[in-house]
């Protein structure tokens, strides 16, 4: 059956992910914390060190505390406004992702949206949670996430069936690049845009791959999940772009 998402707010939740950025500043130079904290947040700049920042846990957890108490009624408004909105929309989500992958199988999970302070919302594979934007400018942006998020749980379920040889702890990289590749390649093809009305942005290095598959998916109309991935796995696995996977193994080591 069909996932019905549950919103929810938890403050515990947002100091959690504040680490889980720190954690994965190590693979990018630090650029994560631009997006997720220090272009909303200019306050952590000063603790900034490296690609990191070192502050303690009492601050951080009185800095989140502070801002749900002074947003907390722009937040149950979101709370209030979201389910209603995703509501109107989930219907065409489901039967856009049965047309894409073939099935209509979700996998298990708690399928609970928790809103989020942050500039950048992650997605919990484990539990299938992940986080919205508490508010945004643009009031249709918040469905295009949740679709967003949507779709990496049905991609990973999907990857890690149908291509064994993909071994998840050994991909890892590799597994999540082709996941956003394929989420922005599906999200703005002229169908995705017509429900969802706002465009998906592609990772800086991931531009050059769906700049040069998004035309001919546009022009197909309808496509299967399965093609997709196997244009996107050729392109990261050719040598023009096996670096994209390289350098991100070599900062993880
Ligand atoms: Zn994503």
Not at 44 to 71: P, Q
Not at 188 to 203: C, D, G, H, Q, V
Not at 208 to 215: A, D, E, F, G
Request: with cysteine.
């Amino acid at each position: 059956m069909y996932p019905k998402i549950k919103f929810q707010l938890d403050s515990k939740k947002d100091m959690r992910t504040f680490y889980c950025f720190i954690s994965d500043a190590r693979y990018d130079n630090g650029k994560i914390l631009d997006w997720a904290i220090f272009q909303k947040y200019p306050f952590f700049k000063r603790y900034k060190s490296n690609n990191s920042i070192e502050i303690g846990k009492d601050k951080v957890k009185k800095f989140v505390l502070d801002i749900y108490a002074k947003k907390g009624r722009i937040m149950e408004k979101g709370l209030a406004l979201y389910p209603k909105s995703w509501g109107k929309l989930e219907k065409e989500f489901y039967l856009l992702t049965d047309k894409l992958f073939k099935n209509n199988y979700w996998p298990k999970g708690k399928y609970i949206a928790y809103l989020t302070i942050w500039g950048m919302y992650p997605r919990f594979l484990e539990d299938k949670t992940f986080q919205i934007p508490y508010v945004h400018k643009n009031k249709k942006y918040v469905n295009a996430v949740i679709a967003h998020e949507m779709l990496h749980f049905k991609f990973y379920d999907y990857f890690l069936k149908n291509y064994p040889k993909y071994d998840k702890r050994k991909n890892d990289f590799l597994i999540w690049d082709a996941s956003e590749i394929f989420n922005v390649i599906v999200q703005n093809t002229p169908i995705w845009l017509k429900e969802f009305k706002a465009a998906t942005k592609a990772y800086p290095e991931h531009k050059k791959i769906t700049k040069k598959l998004q035309r001919g998916y546009n022009k197909k109309g309808v496509f299967s999940a399965k093609e997709l991935i196997e244009d996107i796995l050729k392109e990261l696995e050719s040598g023009k772009n096996k670096n994209l996977i390289a350098i991100k193994r070599e900062k993880q080591q």
